[in-house]
């Protein structure tokens, strides 16, 4: 069974920072592109960030380029979200995904003060 | 960075046949297609059709995807209460580097 468990999720203040990670299991964790996608409440699906493989590729939507980096480590079967710098904006339930054909259940990520 | 372009709702009759619609442009849907999920309220979406043109095992055979140009189509016949949800499309787009989901298209059906 594939399974993708999101966790470090919370409330943080605005200026604040998470980390979020990924635990995989089921599937090839290293052959696949993982992503990070959120849905702020009550709203639409936004990509994040994904990274390939080896972790050499790496692709930010603009408005987190400079404040999230995305990381995996592939001995451990997980990805993780570095969030630095989070704004009210950030807000939103944070899913990872493999390759978009496997997902996690989300963890939520409260940005207030 | 833009998005693809969803009609906000869809309502259909029960037995009946959806067509949800999705428009980008030459960098996007119309250079490698789009893949469709459908998300259930208060569930993580799920993988309905990659690129346009095919359907991931496991997926109904109601369900086909197809691309004319930049805009791409999700068709849904035999519409069944299960189908009630949100469906979104997305795109790479080459001049972003980056991946592009449509705002969502919210299916109801009668």
């Known amino acids: 069974e594939v399974l993708l468990v999101e966790s470090g999720g919370g409330l943080v203040q605005p200026g604040g920072s998470l980390r979020l990670s990924c635990a995989a299991s089921?599937?090839?964790?290293?052959?696949?592109?993982m992503t990070w996608v959120r849905q702020a409440p009550g709203k639409g699906l936004e990509w994040v960030a994904n990274i390939n493989q080896d972790g050499s590729n790496k692709n930010y939507v603009d408005s987190v380029k400079g404040r999230f980096t995305i990381s995996r480590d592939n001995a451990k079967n997980s990805l993780y979200l570095q969030m630095n710098s989070l704004r009210a904006e950030d807000t939103a339930v944070y899913y990872c995904a493999g390759n978009f054909d496997y997902w996690g259940q989300g963890t939520l990520v409260t940005v207030s003060s | 960075q833009a998005g693809l372009t969803q009609p906000p709702s869809v309502s259909k009759g029960l037995r009946q046949t959806a067509t949800l619609t999705c428009t980008g442009n030459?960098?996007?849907?119309?250079?490698?297609?789009a893949a469709w999920l459908q998300q259930h309220q208060g569930h993580p979406p799920k993988l309905l059709s990659y690129?346009?043109?095919s359907r991931p095992s496991g997926i109904s055979e109601r369900l086909s995807a197809s691309r004319s140009g930049d805009t791409a189509s999700l068709t849904i016949t035999g519409l069944q209460p299960e189908d009630e949800a949100d469906y979104y499309c997305?795109?790479?787009?080459?001049?972003?580097?980056?991946?592009?989901f449509g705002g969502g298209t919210k299916l109801t059906v009668l």
């Open positions: 690129r346009s043109n």
């Open positions: 997305l795109a790479w787009d080459s001049s972003l580097s980056a991946w592009v």
């Open positions: 030459s960098n996007n849907v119309g250079d490698r297609g």
């Open positions: 089921g599937f090839n964790f290293s052959s696949y592109w």
